[in-house]
C-alpha cells in the first residue's frame, strides 16, 4: 500500500481516518516498510532496521499489464468476495507469471 487517504464525502470518516493514524505512525509504517516497497515518512522508521528490505521494482515494459491484471483478481478477490484465497493466488500467478 503506497497512498493512504480518507475521501472528503465519507460520513464516518473516524475508522478510515484511524487507520491512516496507524499506518503512518510509529508501528504501521514499520510494518508497511518491512514489505520491502514503501519508503517510510515517519522519520524514526526511516532510520530504522526496518528499511532493510526495501527494495527496487522489477524494470519491465509488462508492468501496467501485470499490475492491472493483479488489481482486478485483488479487486475480485476480496472485495467482490468471487474467490477463496488460493483461488486468488493461482489467477495471480497464472496471469502474471512470465511477465517479469
Known amino acids: 500500500m503506497d497512498g493512504h487517504w480518507v475521501r472528503g464525502w465519507m460520513n464516518k470518516p473516524y475508522y478510515p481516518w484511524k487507520f491512516v493514524e496507524f499506518v503512518v505512525g510509529p508501528e504501521g509504517s514499520r510494518l508497511t516498510a518491512q514489505g520491502g516497497r514503501t519508503v517510510p515518512?515517519?522519520?524514526?522508521?526511516?532510520?530504522?532496521?526496518?528499511?532493510?528490505?526495501?527494495?527496487?521494482?522489477?524494470?519491465?515494459?509488462?508492468?501496467?499489464?501485470?499490475?492491472?491484471?493483479?488489481?482486478?483478481?485483488?479487486?475480485?478477490?476480496?472485495?467482490?468476495?468471487?474467490?477463496?484465497?488460493?483461488?486468488?493466488?493461482?489467477?495471480?500467478?497464472?496471469?502474471t507469471s512470465g511477465k517479469f
Open 41 to 95: 515518512s515517519h522519520k524514526a522508521t526511516a532510520e530504522s532496521p526496518a528499511i532493510a528490505n526495501i527494495r527496487r521494482l522489477p524494470i519491465s515494459p509488462d508492468w501496467p499489464v501485470v499490475e492491472d491484471a493483479a488489481n482486478l483478481a485483488i479487486e475480485e478477490g476480496f472485495f467482490e468476495g468471487e474467490n477463496e484465497l488460493d483461488d486468488l493466488l493461482k489467477r495471480l500467478d497464472d496471469e
